[in-house]
T-cell receptor, first 107, second 117 residues
Framework: KNEVEQSPQNLTAQEGEFITINCSYSVGISALHWLQQHPGGGIVSLFMLSSGKKKHGRLIATINIQEKHSSLHITASHPRDSAVYICAVSSNYQLIWGAGTKLIIKP | ETGVTQSPTHLIKTRGQQVTLRCSSQSGHNTVSWYQQALGQGPQFIFQYYREEENGRGNFPPRFSGLQFPNYSSELNVNALELDDSALYLC????????????????FGAGTRLSVL
């Protein structure tokens, strides 16, 4: 079993829909990261959080430390949000990555 | 644009050869991390350099080695290439070390895609 699990693996939605991507982890962590990877490899850090909730524009990330679970939400989704979204956790001085969720937003 | 540049963007090598990948970190960043991302998988942590010293290493054999220079740019060297080394290699820089990799926001380069034939 992977230490960081994401769901769903693939998600296709219509423009404007509310998107939720989930991340569960089984190890003790000091921080959790959400990152966005566009085709061709470029990775952008979206959030780093260790408790509660963070919001940036249409993106919201939440974490529940007790349940070892985090969610990334996208409101009013747009085709330019199409990318792979990766959850990664900082644990024992290593960054452990989930396999990513491939999101496609259709116009 | 993250300010982190990697070179080359693509590279083809044959099994048994050696390769050097380069990364220029964002200005003011003294920590560089390297990741290997195989096709369809999430990135795997290779190692991190802080102020020219290796600081943290993932489950990669010794034939994966690195360097960080006084200007904080970095190299990843892979000896005796194997077919399974074919992957996207990502470099990320961050502004300071706070207890290890991943505890600061990291800024990623676009990666070097290595194909080993």
């Amino acid at each position: 079993k992977n230490e960081v699990e994401q769901s769903p693996q693939n998600l296709t939605a219509q423009e404007g829909e509310f998107i939720t991507i989930n991340c569960s982890y089984s190890v003790g962590i000091s921080a959790l990261h959400w990152l966005q990877q566009h085709p061709g490899g470029g990775i952008v850090s979206l959030f780093m959080l260790s408790s509660g909730k963070k919001k940036h524009g249409r993106l919201i990330a939440t974490i529940n430390i007790q349940e070892k679970h985090s969610s990334l939400h996208i409101t009013a989704s747009h085709p330019r949000d199409s990318a792979v979204y990766i959850c990664a956790v900082s644990s024992n001085y290593q960054l452990i990555w989930g396999a990513g969720t491939k999101l496609i937003i259709k116009p | 644009e993250t300010g982190v540049t990697q070179s080359p963007t693509h590279l083809i090598k044959t099994r048994g050869q050696q390769v050097t990948l380069r990364c220029s970190s964002q200005s003011g960043h003294n920590t560089v991390s390297w990741y290997q991302q195989a096709l369809g998988q999430g990135p795997q942590f290779i190692f991190q350099y802080y102020r020219e010293e290796e600081n943290g290493r993932g489950n990669f054999p010794p034939r994966f080695s690195g360097l960080q220079f006084p200007n904080y740019s970095s190299e990843l060297n892979v000896n005796a290439l194997e077919l399974d080394d074919s992957a996207l290699y990502l470099c990320a820089s961050s502004p300071s070390l706070a207890g290890g990799p991943g505890l600061n926001i990291q800024y990623f380069g676009a990666g070097t895609r290595l194909s080993v034939l």
